[in-house]
């Protein structure tokens, strides 16, 4: 069965580094998207990506934030100058299509750490 | 602005026994309703879904009802396995193309033999 994937499953980085967290979406799969999930917090929504455009972007997707689909199979989330509050796990999601009632596709997740 | 509350957790029960975990939510217009399930070290995954209000949602035993006169979402099992233990997350999407979950926190249940 097709599935999300994201690299890597647990990243560890200084405060001020830049780091690209990737997922593979669903192939056949249009809109894609960035959430976090502080620990013991709510999964936020960061941004939201369809026809190699963001669609919709939350308050938490500032400057320091960038997506990018490079090559028609990797969603990246790439964020400048990490800060200790971007500690947090990403997952990203895929949908198929336009119908707002298809299912949302989540990754396992990516487990970043700033020190 | 739409928003999610759950139940705090975490929910600790013994195998068979009656699962109950609430979800009430805030929004505009009619929302689509949503539980989903994570396993320890794997992803986010749809357990059920309700699209207008009295549907009911079911999958693997778990059951919801949108109930629009409560603004409620509540997730029942009537016995529990401990495969079940996880984190269940309620969450809620606007009726528009390509919109966001909002999520409520999410509540971890520990099911002991």
């Known amino acids: 069965e097709p599935e999300v994937t994201q690299t890597p499953s647990h990243q560890v980085t200084q405060m001020g580094q830049e780091v690209i967290l990737r997922c593979v979406p669903i192939?056949?799969?249009?809109?894609f998207y960035w959430y976090r999930q502080i620990l013991g917090q709510k999964v936020e929504f960061l941004v939201s990506f369809y026809n190699n455009e963001i669609s919709e972007k939350s308050e938490i997707f500032d400057d320091q934030f960038s997506v990018e689909r490079p090559d028609g199979s990797n969603f990246t989330l790439k964020i400048r100058s990490t800060k200790l509050e971007d500690s947090a796990m990403y997952f990203c999601?895929?949908?198929?299509?336009?119908?707002?009632?298809?299912?949302?596709?989540f990754g396992p997740g990516t487990r970043l750490t700033v020190l | 602005g739409d928003s999610v509350t759950q139940m705090e957790g975490p929910v600790t029960l013994s195998e068979e026994a009656f699962l109950t975990i609430n979800c009430t939510y805030t929004?505009?217009?009619?929302?689509?309703l949503f539980w989903y399930v994570q396993y320890p070290g794997e992803g986010l995954q749809l357990l059920l879904k309700a699209t207008k209000a009295d549907d009911k949602g079911s999958n693997k035993g778990f059951e919801a009802t949108y109930r629009k006169e409560t603004t409620s979402f509540h997730l029942e099992k009537g016995s529990v396995q401990v495969s079940d233990s996880a984190v269940y997350f309620c969450?809620?999407?606007?009726?528009?193309?390509?919109?966001?979950?909002?999520f409520g926190k999410g509540t971890t249940l520990s099911v002991s033999s």
């Open positions: 999601a895929s949908q198929k299509g336009t119908s707002d009632h298809n299912e949302q596709f």
């Open positions: 192939s056949n799969h249009l809109y």
């Open positions: 969450a809620l999407k606007a009726n528009q193309a390509g919109t966001a979950l909002i």
């Open positions: 929004a505009t217009g009619y929302p689509s």
